[in-house]
């Protein structure tokens, strides 16, 4: 139900009665999040005044308030045609406090910092700039509203439904009088994306009516609520294993995680679940689950696909840098395409939130002697070097402690580089590593652990590492030039003459120590004449090459030294390649635009999900181990030869988002697709029918199996589309992640956007087994 409904108006009697209503609707919905009576809540439910920024000279006082669904924001326009706007919590990522954003920074001045914070939404929506009229007002207003985040985003996945389907029976309730008419109903099920004839509505609608009133009240409508969400498969579920009294024992649940789920689960485990999940204490004191409380476990991360025991760091992190995939970010600066997309600061920032652990600075002179950085030969915008390093500074260890490289592209004159490098040093602090750790030469790398908290720069050097370091008086000298940045002259649209040396200044050259650029001239050279901390980078085309038809001595090649690869710079739209191929022979920098949300970053995002999502995952020994003979082309055996057979059952799915939301009868045909990424032999997909206007509860039960010969390489997709006949499949929701973290069993698998954002209510049901292959 919106404040903003156009009905007729009301007399004084039928607003007040109106008013009384909306504030208990804000009451229900505030209890549903667990913060009946809360200030904050009850602060922003009122409202108040905000400026909202958007330049210099545009900063006008605008009204903001939570509507009563304790989920949508409103806040007034001056606009003639969109006099009011609102957005939901569900699009915001983050709220900041203070000056941090490109717009607050560049439009106000600082002394009203503590006045000043950020709404920063998903995707590419703008931020919204705002300045509170004091210090506490703001504080207030950043504390109220990340608590409403917070506790929408921990409710579990039958609590959002809940939420979720309440609220849009209330938008369907037209007329706000509490009552659904059958009209109404009709209405309501085609928002939450089912369509159904006419008579059955009539007949649910009957069924419901039990006062024969020709509307649906109170307990009606309760009624109405359990028909539609009943979960008939999950009643049979725990039909099959409730044989106490028709409820489930401890027992009980035992044999069902054992039978089921193959867990190696004991009594106390079954017990500590029925303590946790189980929603009725007569029944918990009787160490008995019931139906909703097994839901709710189904609904919780025990229950889901993603295996809990790799949801924080599990994996060894001592062992030396270059054992670890590492996600990394090409041409990190840029929001949209290379050819005339803005460069911002905030592309770095969400880059870094999303555990990102290289990123890329392209660095060019700029005017008044700052350098700048943006994509050389293009149209797009400039960002000031010195700006990017306090935001990579402020944000890089919000999500992950392990070390961040950045991988310079140096295109500027000596001496802004000297500038870059007292910014790097000036800003950086501490943080920055500007010589080997210990006192003598290292041999090796050393390991993420070792490098908590700490900046790595990858760049061109003058000379080789010393212990302590370097103590020529050379000012500057003459090296080749980056692979990339060659690259980029051949491909940019005002192409120079290409220049295979540059003038590097000492000051920059001497803070490069781990990650030394050099050009790669074969895997013998390299094994002969590099030291380990001298890397190389590869073009795709190159890279994609050397993985077929030399994998195995990739493989050895990065055993001991780091490789990094990036996008060919034809791909001006900023599209990536498969990362897939380059993990295969045990490549760790494997570069890709984080901007572009398509399936090589839910590829990407999937592969860095466990292990704390910290940016770094151990490489299966068989790439580690220098004995190793592993070749992902063929079939060889070996300790990596484990081959199992995955059996995927797709059951059914809940709440599917509309896809054309704007067209008011438009309804979803899903279909699900598994797909396997791994080495080339185990690469296939495989998908169910679609199912004709239903996203609210499809039902698939479709069986299908896969053979899987190097399960530590392969990552499993799920993707729910909207079927259409006549053109390309609409994305609906999709999730990745690696099979090594699969658990089997009756599962949830959470459905995520193409930008990779939890889709809040929806979701698939599935039964996994992963056994070994007789």
Same mark, same amino acid.
Not at 255 to 267: C, D, G, I, P, W
């Given at each position: 139900?919106?404040?903003?409904?156009?009905?007729?108006?009301?007399?004084?009697?039928?607003?007040?009665?109106?008013?009384?209503?909306?504030?208990?609707? =804000?009451?229900?919905?505030?209890?549903?999040?667990?913060?009946?009576?809360?200030?904050?809540?009850?602060?922003?439910?009122?409202?108040?005044?905000?400026?909202?920024?958007?330049?210099?000279?545009?900063?006008?006082?605008?009204?903001?308030?939570?509507?009563?669904?304790?989920?949508?924001?409103?806040?007034?326009?001056?606009?003639?045609?969109?006099?009011?706007?609102?957005?939901?919590?569900?699009?915001?990522? #983050?709220?900041?406090?203070?000056?941090?954003?490109?717009?607050?920074?560049?439009?106000?001045?600082?002394?009203?910092?503590?006045?000043?914070?950020?709404?920063?939404?998903?995707?590419?929506?703008?931020?919204?700039?705002?300045?509170?009229?004091?210090?506490?007002?703001?504080?207030?207003?950043?504390?109220?509203?990340?608590?409403?985040?917070?506790?929408?985003?921990?409710?579990?996945?039958?609590?959002?439904?809940?939420?979720?389907?309440?609220?849009?029976?209330?938008?369907?309730?037209?007329?706000?009088?509490?009552?659904?008419?059958?009209?109404?109903?009709?209405?309501?099920?085609?928002?939450?994306?089912?369509?159904?004839?006419?008579?059955? =509505?009539?007949?649910?609608?009957?069924?419901?009516?039990?006062?024969?009133?020709?509307?649906?009240?109170?307990?009606?409508?309760?009624?109405?609520?359990?028909?539609?969400?009943?979960?008939?498969?999950?009643?049979?579920?725990?039909?099959?294993?409730?044989?106490?009294?028709?409820?489930?024992?401890?027992?009980?649940?035992?044999?069902?995680?054992?039978?089921?789920?193959?867990?190696?689960?004991?009594?106390?485990?079954?017990?500590?679940?029925?303590?946790?999940?189980?929603?009725?204490?007569?029944?918990?004191?009787?160490?008995?689950?019931?139906?909703?409380?097994?839901?709710?476990?189904?609904?919780?991360?025990?229950?889901?696909?993603?295996?809990?025991?790799?949801?924080?760091?599990?994996?060894?992190?001592?062992?030396?840098?270059?054992?670890?995939?590492?996600?990394?970010?090409?041409?990190?600066?840029?929001?949209?395409?290379?050819?005339?997309?803005?460069?911002?600061?905030?592309?770095?920032?969400?880059?870094?939130?999303?555990?990102?652990?290289?990123?890329?600075?392209?660095?060019?002179?700029?005017?008044?002697?700052?350098?700048?950085?943006?994509?050389?030969?293009?149209?797009?915008?400039?960002?000031?070097?010195?700006?990017?390093?306090?935001?990579?500074?402020?944000?890089?260890?919000?999500?992950?402690?392990?070390?961040?490289?950045?991988?310079?592209?140096?295109?500027?004159?000596?001496?802004?580089?000297?500038?870059?490098?007292?910014?790097?040093?000036?800003?950086?602090?501490?943080?920055?590593?500007?010589?080997?750790?210990?006192?003598?030469?290292?041999?090796?790398?050393?390991?993420?652990?070792?490098?908590?908290?700490?900046?790595?720069?990858?760049?061109?050097?003058?000379?080789?590492? #010393?212990?302590?370091?370097?103590?020529?008086?050379?000012?500057?000298?003459?090296?080749?030039?980056?692979?990339?940045?060659?690259?980029?002259?051949?491909?940019?649209?005002?192409?120079?003459?290409?220049?295979?040396?540059?003038?590097?200044?000492?000051?920059?050259?001497?803070?490069?120590?781990?990650?030394?650029?050099?050009?790669?001239?074969?895997?013998?050279?390299?094994?002969?004449?590099?030291?380990?901390?001298?890397?190389?980078?590869?073009?795709?085309?190159?890279?994609?090459?050397?993985?077929?038809?030399?994998?195995?001595?990739?493989?050895?090649?990065?055993?001991?030294?780091?490789?990094?690869?990036?996008?060919?710079?034809?791909?001006?739209?900023? #599209?990536?390649?498969?990362?897939?191929?380059?993990?295969?022979?045990?490549?760790?920098?494997?570069?890709?635009?984080?901007?572009?949300?398509?399936?090589?970053?839910?590829?990407?995002?999937?592969?860095?999900?466990? !292990?704390?999502?910290?940016?770094?995952?151990?490489?299966?020994?068989?790439?580690?181990?220098?004995?190793?003979?592993?070749?992902? !082309?063929?079939?060889?055996?070996?300790?990596?030869?484990?081959?199992?057979?995955?059996?995927?059952?797709?059951?059914?799915?809940?709440?599917?988002?509309?896809?054309?939301?704007?067209?008011?009868?438009?309804?979803?045909?899903?279909?699900?697709?598994?797909?396997?990424?791994?080495?080339?032999?185990?690469?296939?997909?495989?998908?169910?029918?679609?199912?004709?206007?239903?996203?609210?509860?499809?039902?698939?039960?479709?069986?299908?199996?896969?053979?899987?010969?190097?399960?530590?390489?392969?990552?499993?997709?799920?993707?729910?589309?909207?079927?259409?006949?006549?053109?390309?499949?609409?994305?609906?929701?999709?999730?990745?992640?690696?099979?090594?973290?699969?658990?089997?069993?009756?599962?949830?698998?959470?459905?995520?956007?193409?930008?990779?954002?939890?889709?809040?209510?929806?979701?698939?049901?599935?039964?996994?087994?992963?056994?070994?292959?007789?």
């Amino acid at each position: 139900m919106s404040c903003l409904h156009k009905c007729p108006k009301r007399t004084e009697s039928e607003e007040l009665v109106f008013q009384e209503q909306l504030k208990k609707v =804000a009451l229900e919905n505030g209890k549903r999040l667990g913060l009946e009576g809360d200030p904050d809540l009850h602060f922003l439910l009122v409202g108040g005044q905000l400026v909202k920024v958007r330049s210099n000279s545009w900063k006008k006082a605008r009204y903001f308030k939570l509507q009563e669904d304790c989920k949508t924001f409103w806040h007034e326009s001056k606009k003639i045609i969109r006099r009011n706007h609102t957005f939901s919590i569900d699009d915001i990522d #983050s709220v900041r406090k203070g000056r941090q954003s490109e717009g607050l920074s560049k439009h106000t001045d600082p002394s009203l910092e503590d006045y000043c914070f950020a709404i920063i939404f998903k995707g590419r929506q703008k931020n919204l700039d705002l300045m509170a009229a004091n210090e506490a007002d703001a504080k207030r207003w950043v504390n109220a509203i990340e608590k409403i985040i917070n506790n929408m985003r921990n409710l579990n996945r039958q609590q959002k439904s809940e939420h979720w389907i309440i609220n849009c029976m209330r938008k369907a309730d037209k007329n706000d009088d509490n009552q659904m008419t059958l009209k109404e109903l009709k209405h309501f099920l085609r928002q939450i994306n089912v369509e159904v004839d006419d008579t059955y =509505a009539e007949e649910i609608f009957r069924k419901c009516d039990t006062s024969n009133s020709g509307s649906l009240e109170g307990s009606e409508i309760k009624h109405f609520y359990d028909l539609l969400t009943q979960r008939e498969e999950v009643d049979v579920i725990y039909g099959n294993y409730a044989q106490t009294d028709g409820q489930m024992s401890a027992r009980d649940l035992l044999n069902f995680l054992l039978n089921e789920q193959r867990e190696q689960a004991s009594m106390e485990d079954a017990l500590k679940l029925i303590e946790k999940y189980e929603v009725d204490e007569t029944e918990k004191q009787q160490n008995r689950m019931t139906k909703d409380g097994f839901l709710m476990y189904l609904h919780h991360e025990d229950g889901s696909i993603f295996n809990p025991a790799h949801r924080d760091v599990y994996q060894d992190m001592s062992q030396p840098l270059n054992h670890y995939y590492i996600s990394s970010s090409h041409n990190t600066y840029l929001m949209e395409d290379q050819l005339k997309g803005p460069s911002s600061t905030e592309a770095y920032i969400k880059a870094l939130m999303k555990s990102c652990r290289c990123v890329e600075l392209d660095c060019w002179d700029g005017p008044n002697g700052e350098p700048v950085i943006y994509h050389g030969y293009t149209l797009t915008s400039k960002v000031l070097f010195r700006d990017v390093i306090k935001a990579i500074k402020d944000y890089a260890f919000k999500t992950s402690d392990y070390p961040v490289i950045l991988s310079l592209e140096n295109h500027c004159t000596v001496e802004q580089q000297k500038l870059m490098a007292h910014h790097l040093i000036s800003i950086l602090s501490d943080a920055l590593v500007t010589k080997p750790l210990g006192n003598t030469v290292p041999s090796n790398f050393p390991s993420p652990e070792e490098l908590k908290g700490k900046f790595l720069i990858k760049g061109k050097r003058l000379n080789k590492l #010393s212990a302590g370091n370097n103590n020529s008086n050379i000012e500057e000298d003459t090296v080749s030039e980056e692979d990339e940045a060659a690259d980029c002259k051949e491909n940019g649209q005002k192409a120079k003459p290409k220049k295979s040396k540059i003038k590097l200044a000492k000051a920059l050259s001497d803070i490069v120590i781990y990650c030394k650029s050099v050009h790669f001239n074969g895997f013998e050279h390299a094994k002969e004449q590099q030291e380990f901390y001298e890397m190389s980078s590869f073009k795709e085309g190159k890279a994609f090459n050397l993985a077929e038809t030399s994998a195995t001595a990739y493989i050895h090649h990065n055993m001991d030294k780091l490789s990094r690869i990036y996008p060919a710079g034809s791909r001006t739209d900023s #599209s990536n390649y498969n990362p897939v191929p380059m993990w295969n022979v045990g490549c760790q920098i494997v570069a890709l635009n984080f901007q572009t949300p398509y399936k090589e970053m839910h590829i990407n995002q999937g592969r860095f999900l466990p !292990n704390g999502f910290c940016g770094y995952i151990l490489k299966p020994e068989f790439q580690r181990s220098l004995s190793s003979q592993f070749d992902p !082309n063929t079939l060889t055996n070996g300790p990596w030869l484990q081959k199992k057979t995955f059996h995927v059952m797709v059951i059914s799915a809940q709440q599917l988002p509309k896809i054309n939301k704007d067209k008011h009868k438009s309804i979803v045909d899903p279909l699900v697709r598994v797909e396997i990424y791994g080495i080339p032999a185990d690469n296939a997909s495989k998908e169910t029918h679609y199912i004709e206007n239903n996203g609210f509860n499809p039902m698939w039960n479709e069986r299908f199996q896969f053979d899987v010969h190097v399960p530590e390489l392969a990552m499993v997709r799920f993707v729910v589309e909207d079927y259409d006949s006549t053109s390309q499949n609409d994305l609906i929701g999709q999730y990745c992640l690696p099979l090594t973290s699969v658990q089997s069993g009756y599962r949830h698998i959470p459905l995520l956007t193409k930008r990779g954002d939890v889709i809040c209510s929806a979701g698939l049901f599935v039964h996994l087994m992963l056994i070994d292959a007789s």
